[in-house]
Each structure stands twice: as structure tokens, then as C-alpha cells.
């Protein structure tokens, strides 16, 4: 068993400070497989926010570390981290299998009763009542062809072999939390929320929007970008404005 600790999270280098901080602290979750590199190029675009990147156990300098298959559990580790330090309003952005780390850290610190100012889910279907397709259980083969057709990976991944035996049990770990249960529809959180959705995603198609305003108590918009499932890739600048006005 993985001891938690506040180390769940970040280290320093992963914070990325601003001088208006009272703008709000964003926490950004990366998608599945992925780690905090993944927001390299948007965090300088976000400009006036202080901007927490999450790094998961299993991948880049955590990468000695055994990657984690519980939401909940990091949920909570990654909220015992928050509270433990002073932040801004807290703001949790996740990306595709992110999305769903970030909606369990804002039940997790909401049940602590820390207020969370907004929840941004981008690229996933809302949380389910019905059990969701197994892609943890595909062969490796079958596994990355079903994420380089959602853009996740490089055309020329399966010949990278070194990069394959790092990248592969981080990405089985991450899909394996992102189908590990159920979520009876009373399960919501209190928060505002914002839903970004690519037009041409087939796994988390613009109606999702409305499944996902279920999921909050508070308000909740729903917004489309152009492109599929990596939409963030295909115009960075948009999704960083989109971002900001999420935020500030």
C-alpha cells in the first residue's frame, strides 16, 4: 500500500507563482498517462493566476514512485495538500481522465469544508451511474491504437520502445481509476463549474455539457472548441483565454 503524503502532489517547482494571486490558484490535473509537463506551454499564457500543476505518483521525476488506481484516494491526498497550505480562491481544472481527478479533489475538500471558488472538466464525460467501458483490460497493442486515434500519442509511438516501458504502466493505472466505479446521481458537488468540449470528440461529445451540470449544485456552463479530443493541442491560445475567463 502507497502511503499518502502532501507529496502526492507537487513539488515547489510545480508552482508556478504570479503577483495576482488574489486572482485565484488553479490547480490543473493532466489527462490520462500524462504528467504535469503536459500544461508546459499553457501555464505561461496564464498570466495573473497562480498556477498549481499536479504531478501523480508513476510518471516524470515521480516516475520510481507506483502510480495510484483509486480517484478517491487522490482526491483526498491532493485536497490534504491544499489545505495545508495558504492559496487564493481555488479553482480545479482537469483534462480528460483529469477531469475526473479534479471533480473528486472538490468533493474531497469540500467535505472539509474548504469552499472551492470553480470546477473546469475538459475532454471527459461527466461521472456515470452505469459502469463504463473497460479500455484498462485492452492488450498494450489494442490500448494505444484506441489512444493515438484519440491524438494522445505520437504516430510513431509503438516504435519507441524505451518511451513505451515508462509511458505504459502510468497509462494503464490512469484508465484502470478512470473506470473504477460508479457515481449514484446524488453525488455532486457544491461549486460552480465549466464544461469545455470538443466539437468532434468522440468520447466526450458537447451533450455531455448538460450531464455534467447534474454533477454541481451551483451554476454551470457549457462550452464547445473546435476539434477532437486533444483540442487544447490544436489552438492553445483560445483554450488559455477560455481558461482565464473561467478563472478571473
Known amino acids: ?93 482537469g483534462y480528460s481522465y483529469g477531469a475526473l481527478l479534479a471533480f473528486e479533489t472538490a468533493l474531497a475538500l469540500e467535505a472539509r469544508g474548504q469552499c472551492v471558488a470553480g470546477l473546469i472538466a475538459c475532454a471527459r464525460a461527466a461521472p456515470s451511474s452505469a459502469a463504463r467501458a473497460k479500455a484498462s483490460a485492452m492488450s498494450d497493442e489494442a490500448l494505444l491504437a484506441y489512444v493515438q486515434s ?22 494503464r493505472a490512469d484508465f484502470a481509476a478512470n473506470e473504477a466505479r460508479p457515481y449514484p446521481a446524488n453525488v455532486r458537488v457544491h461549486c460552480a463549474m465549466d464544461t469545455i468540449l470538443g466539437r468532434h470528440d468522440p468520447e466526450a461529445p458537447s451533450r455531455e455539457g448538460a450531464a455534467w451540470a447534474r454533477r454541481t449544485l451551483a451554476g454551470s456552463r457549457n462550452l464547445t472548441m473546435p476539434g477532437g479530443h486533444f483540442f487544447i493541442h490544436e489552438d492553445l491560445g483560445r483554450f488559455a483565454a477560455v481558461i482565464k475567463d473561467c478563472v478571473t
Open 1 to 93: 500500500m502507497v502511503q499518502i503524503t502532501q507529496q502526492m502532489w507537487i513539488p515547489p517547482a510545480r508552482r508556478h507563482l504570479s503577483s495576482m494571486r488574489a486572482n485565484g490558484s488553479l490547480f490543473c490535473f493532466p489527462p490520462a498517462g500524462a504528467g504535469a509537463g503536459f500544461y508546459r506551454e499553457l501555464v505561461p499564457l496564464l498570466s495573473g493566476i497562480e498556477v498549481v500543476t499536479v504531478q501523480l505518483p508513476g510518471r516524470e521525476e515521480r516516475y520510481s514512485e507506483f502510480a495510484w488506481v483509486d480517484p478517491v484516494a487522490i482526491g483526498r491526498a491532493v485536497a490534504e495538500a491544499i489545505l495545508a497550505e495558504p492559496f487564493g480562491p481555488i479553482y480545479l481544472m
Open 150 to 171: 484519440l491524438g494522445g500519442l505520437p504516430a510513431d509511438f509503438e516504435g519507441m520502445q524505451d518511451l513505451l516501458s515508462v509511458v505504459m504502466p502510468a497509462l
